[in-house]
């Protein structure tokens, strides 16, 4: 995560036979951080959100319509809702204070598309590798200015060169995908947030030493403070084969321990700590524009608590490494399709549609 989002490549893979080295095979749930955010925003405006009328202002609004027009997928067919979710990794402002490796620029470093299907029963969240080569669609800046189509573009460099806008219709491009809504947590305050709950408590099997993240834990089980946590997710070179791939397993297991450490939060029964918590999530929030209110948030999470966050089923899209360059990945196929054919219909994901060549899942 501490690379260049365009120019620097990954640390090279061990040679196995011929073959490059992959990640382990990790359990198909909680991949990415960003789930819990949006469940506990979700969960406070869906319950008690009259407690934090006091920090409304808090929430950043995007009109997603405006920027994109007309030129969108269709809506689904069904009353069922997807939501893009991104973690954007800005080093400047708050973030540039954090210490965590000699970074600079801006990213959407995690990017998710949350699929609730009709009935609100079942959600399924689809992450996208940042290091995906993808086609960016003719875009429009927030100053008016258009940006021309382009081929093989980073994924996560066109946060950064185009606005979140783009990201959503790019996201839309490739998956023919109608998003509903808009949610980007900005990673300042997703540390602030880990330091309200009180820290989350961690074990890992090896010792992590990561010059890039900063990130030093000897084998055995830490309790990490909000700088420890972010430098925890964004770290890949002190473990596994040194890819974004192989981080994500980092960031599963985090975000497993986040949700464990929000269950134990008594928030209606300590209002005081409540708020504390809604304001440090609230201020790192960007939504878009029919979501950028707590009472817009409430209404939400409302149609939402039939969703039990226990039973999201995580998958990564499915990618293989590209012959040109073989430390980026592409969308693999015909597993790819599949998987957002099934999205675009509201149904059931096929097993064959999540196995990923890249991580021989």
């Excluded at 005081?272 to 209404?299: G, H, N, P």
């Amino acid at each position: 995560m501490s690379h260049s989002a365009t120019t620097e490549p990954r640390r090279a893979r061990k040679s196995t036979g011929g073959r490059r080295a992959t990640p382990p095979r990790k359990r198909r749930r909680g991949r990415v951080i960003l789930v819990s955010l949006l469940v506990l925003v979700l969960a406070a405006g869906g319950t008690a959100y009259w407690i934090y009328s006091g920090i409304d202002g808090n929430i950043k609004g995007v009109d997603i319509d405006k920027a994109i027009g007309d030129d969108r997928p269709e809506k689904l067919p069904t009353s069922g809702q997807n939501v893009l979710i991104l973690g954007s990794d800005s080093r400047a402002g708050a973030n540039a204070k954090l210490n965590t490796g000699n970074v600079s620029g801006a990213r959407s470093d995690t990017a998710l598309v949350m699929h609730i299907p009709e009935g609100r029963k079942k959600a399924v969240a689809v992450s996208i590798p940042r290091d995906t080569l993808v086609t960016r669609p003719k875009c429009t800046k927030s100053n008016g200015s258009s940006v021309a189509s382009a081929k093989r573009v980073m994924f996560n460099s066109i946060y950064s060169q185009v606005g979140p806008a783009c990201v959503v219709k790019t996201v839309e491009q490739m998956s023919g995908v109608r998003m509903d809504h808009y949610v980007e947590v900005d990673f300042a305050g997703f540390k602030n947030l880990v330091d309200a709950i009180g820290g989350v408590t961690i074990t890992v099997d090896q010792d992590i030493h990561d010059t890039s993240s900063g990130l030093d834990l000897t084998k055995g089980t830490h309790k990490l403070n909000g700088t420890q946590s972010l430098q925890f997710v964004r770290t890949r070179h002190g473990i596994g084969d040194g890819s974004d791939l192989g981080r994500i397993g980092l960031q599963q297991q985090f975000m497993l321990a986040l949700l464990t450490e929000i269950q134990k939060q008594d928030l209606l029964g300590s209002p005081v700590k409540a708020y504390k918590i809604a304001d440090e999530l609230t201020a790192a929030l960007t939504t878009d524009s029919e979501l950028a209110s707590l009472t817009k948030l409430a209404e939400f999470g409302r149609s939402l608590n039939g969703v039990n966050p226990s039973t999201m089923e995580t998958i990564m899209l499915p990618v293989a490494y590209d012959k040109v360059d073989p430390n980026r990945v592409v969308a693999a196929e015909p597993q790819a399709s599949t998987l957002w054919k099934a999205v675009r219909s509201d149904s059931t994901i096929p097993e064959s549609a999540k196995k990923s060549p890249a991580t021989g899942g």
